[in-house]
T-cell receptor, first 113, second 114 residues
Framework: DVKVTQSSRYLVKRTGEKVFLECVQDMDHENMFWYRQDPGLGLRLIYF???????EKGDIPEGYSVSREKKERFSLILESASTNQTSMYLC????????????FGPGTRLTVT | AQSVSQHNHHVILSEAASLELGCNYS??????LFWYVQYPGQHLQLLLKYFSGDPLVKGIKGFEAEFIKSKFSFNLRKPSVQWSDTAEYFC????????????FGSGTRLLVRP
């Protein structure tokens, strides 16, 4: 079974804080993704990484950055958290082959006050 | 820009009723299609997928979906729902020329009453 784990299920941070969300996958997948999920908007891609140290912006990268130093780990960084970043954050991974299916983690519900 | 539309945001059914959830996408090229499901408190998981071949795809838990290329649709169906099907359902599309990108619809919340 593919396992994608995220460091926290719930997180509460203050406006202006630097926030790190961690994601780890145990299946040696090349591709990893960060999404945010908001009611009525579905999932929107923030960033993805197709290999170690490689990253690409998704649809809503503003206010976020990412880091992928090791294949199994993909971090999402909120440089200065704002209230409009309160959301559910989902990490996913996928093999680099044309399988296309993504495997998702349980999500981190972040509240910025 | 490519997009995915799910027309039903909330659906309420009684057990044993039939289900059909609509999904339409806007992209003229070749696509791969998915339905994901998120049960309450659980992570998003794959229900079924279409890459090529038979346009009628069968997934887990008795779900199926039909790809109709001329209508740009990929509707999800189940002949008889159960209370345990209560969940949020997401349609998603990957244009094959841009295989990294998975574009999601806004989701449909299904409530099945016992």
């Amino acid at each position: 079974d593919v396992k994608v784990t995220q460091s926290s299920r719930y997180l509460v941070k203050r406006t202006g804080e630097k926030v790190f969300l961690e994601c780890v996958q145990d299946m040696d997948h090349e591709n990893m993704f960060w999404y945010r999920q908001d009611p009525g908007l579905g999932l929107r891609l923030i960033y993805f990484s197709y290999d170690v140290k490689m990253k690409e912006k998704g649809d809503i990268p503003e206010g976020y950055s990412v880091s992928r130093e090791k294949k199994e780990r993909f971090s999402l960084i909120l440089e200065s958290a704002s209230t409009n970043q309160t959301s559910m954050y989902l990490c996913a991974s996928r093999p680099g082959t044309p399988t296309y299916e993504q495997y998702f983690g349980p999500g981190t519900r972040l509240t910025v006050t | 820009a490519q997009s995915v539309s799910q027309h039903n945001h909330h659906v309420i059914l009684s057990e044993a009723a039939s289900l059909e959830l609509g999904c339409n996408y806007s992209y003229g090229g070749t696509v791969n299609l998915f339905w994901y499901v998120q049960y309450p408190g659980q992570h998003l998981q794959l229900l079924l997928k279409y890459f090529s071949g038979d346009p009628l795809v069968k997934g887990i838990k008795g779900f199926e979906a039909e790809f109709i290329k001329s209508k740009f649709s990929f509707n999800l169906r189940k002949p008889s729902v159960q209370w345990s099907d209560t969940a949020e359902y997401f349609c998603a599309v990957t244009p094959t020329h841009s295989s990294y990108k998975l574009i999601f619809g806004s989701g449909t919340r299904l409530l099945v009453r016992p």
